[in-house]
């Protein structure tokens, strides 16, 4: 179903290789691989983002846990040093399936974490709503940061992805050659930039989404663009048994915090960590206070697999 390939170790990680089950090659790191770790977290960052969009967070966490945690990060298909797929494929559902090749591939039995920024969130939520026979770990702990559960084309900049557009612009990427598309895409960019910069208290939001419409991740951005418009996980929420703490920032005009509220009143217990000051992009504009809910979901969930030890 998949293979795995490692290359030479770096400075306090290994570099690996994934074969997702339809032949997507994922460039993973894997923190603590060799050790005898007590946790393990894996780390899922946003569209047009790469697992280096952690690194704060990485650091933090080595810091406070050191070598009783095993840490696992990767780029989504698509993105970063990962292959690219068909744009078909290009959905949070295959992203799910993506997590459960990895976290097979890298022989992964808990317990563990899954944090999730914006689009990582997502992919998180997805998984959780599979089938449990297709969920290779269940996960004692989740960290759901800028993120939703659904209705993202009702909400903030998000409204941009209902109209007829999104589709219209997944099949001009998917039926047209590359260097035409490459024409094509800067009066696209045009377009969308003058709709972003007239909004209000514009964030790093959009223009991260303005340099992936100037570069080769196009496809990646149009693919998701529509998947991300069909999107909806709410029927999971309620079903969620980890212990869950949600991060939300006032000025985040991609995900409001109305999808944080969703999130923290219908999951079970979740703990709502709102930042007054922050947007969008809280690994960098926050990132203590995204360790910090790390650390927070990773303590309790340790505590209650400690006492459930004790007690047996």
Same mark, same amino acid.
């Given at each position: 179903?998949?293979?795995?390939?490692?290359?030479?170790?770096?400075?306090?990680? @290994?570099?690996?290789?994934?074969?997702?089950?339809?032949?997507?090659?994922?460039?993973?790191?894997?923190? =603590?691989?060799?050790?005898?770790?007590?946790?393990?977290?894996?780390?899922?960052?946003?569209?047009?983002?790469?697992?280096?969009?952690?690194?704060?967070?990485?650091?933090?966490?080595?810091?406070?846990?050191?070598?009783?945690?095993? /840490?696992?990060?990767?780029?989504?298909?698509?993105? =970063?040093?990962?292959?690219?797929?068909?744009?078909?494929?290009?959905?949070?559902?295959?992203?799910?399936?993506?997590?459960?090749?990895?976290?097979? *591939?890298?022989?992964? &039995?808990?317990?563990?974490?899954?944090?999730?920024?914006?689009?990582?969130?997502? &992919?998180?939520?997805?998984?959780?709503?599979?089938?449990?026979?297709?969920?290779?770990?269940?996960?004692?702990?989740?960290?759901?940061?800028?993120? *939703?559960?659904?209705?993202?084309?009702?909400?903030?900049?998000? @409204?941009?992805?209902?109209?007829?557009?999104?589709? *219209?612009?997944?099949? /001009?990427?998917?039926?047209?050659? @590359? %260097?035409?598309?490459?024409?094509?895409?800067?009066? /696209?960019?045009?377009? %969308?930039?003058?709709?972003?910069?007239?909004?209000?208290?514009?964030?790093?939001?959009?223009?991260?989404?303005?340099?992936?419409?100037?570069?080769?991740?196009?496809? &990646?951005?149009?693919?998701?663009?529509?998947?991300?418009?069909?999107?909806?996980?709410?029927?999971?929420?309620? +079903?969620?048994?980890?212990?869950?703490?949600?991060? +939300?920032?006032?000025?985040?005009?991609? &995900?409001?915090?109305?999808?944080?509220?969703?999130?923290?009143? !219908?999951?079970?217990?979740?703990?709502?960590?709102?930042?007054?000051?922050?947007?969008?992009?809280?690994?960098?504009?926050?990132?203590? @206070?995204?360790?910090?809910?790390?650390?927070?979901?990773?303590?309790? !969930?340790?505590?209650?697999?400690?006492?459930?030890?004790?007690?047996?």
């Amino acid at each position: 179903m998949f293979a795995t390939y490692d290359a030479a170790p770096t400075v306090g990680h @290994r570099e690996r290789t994934i074969v997702t089950g339809d032949g997507v090659r994922l460039a993973v790191r894997d923190y =603590g691989a060799n050790r005898n770790t007590e946790h393990t977290v894996v780390l899922l960052h946003g569209l047009c983002l790469t697992q280096d969009s952690w690194a704060a967070q990485i650091r933090d966490l080595v810091q406070e846990w050191g070598t009783s945690i095993r /840490i696992v990060t990767y780029d989504h298909r698509g993105h =970063g040093r990962s292959s690219s797929a068909p744009m078909h494929t290009y959905r949070i559902d295959r992203l799910a399936a993506d997590l459960a090749d990895v976290l097979s *591939a890298l022989k992964v &039995t808990g317990p563990l974490t899954i944090a999730g920024h914006s689009m990582g969130g997502m &992919t998180a939520l997805e998984y959780l709503g599979r089938p449990a026979a297709d969920r290779p770990v269940e996960p004692s702990g989740l960290v759901l940061v800028a993120t *939703a559960a659904g209705k993202l084309a009702e909400r903030g900049i998000g @409204r941009l992805i209902a109209t007829p557009a999104t589709e *219209a612009l997944f099949e /001009i990427v998917q039926r047209t050659p @590359r %260097f035409v598309t490459e024409r094509a895409v800067k009066v /696209i960019a045009n377009t %969308f930039s003058d709709a972003l910069l007239a909004l209000p208290g514009l964030d790093e939001t959009a223009r991260t989404a303005l340099a992936a419409l100037s570069t080769n991740t196009l496809t &990646t951005a149009a693919g998701f663009l529509l998947g991300l418009k069909r999107y909806d996980r709410y029927d999971t929420l309620a +079903s969620i048994t980890a212990t869950t703490v949600v991060v +939300s920032g006032a000025t985040d005009f991609a &995900t409001p915090v109305a999808h944080a509220n969703d999130l923290a009143a !219908t999951i079970n217990g979740a703990v709502h960590m709102h930042i007054p000051a922050a947007g969008h992009m809280l690994l960098q504009e926050e990132p203590q @206070r995204v360790s910090a809910a790390i650390n927070r979901a990773l303590s309790e !969930t340790r505590s209650a697999e400690n006492g459930l030890a004790t007690a047996s």
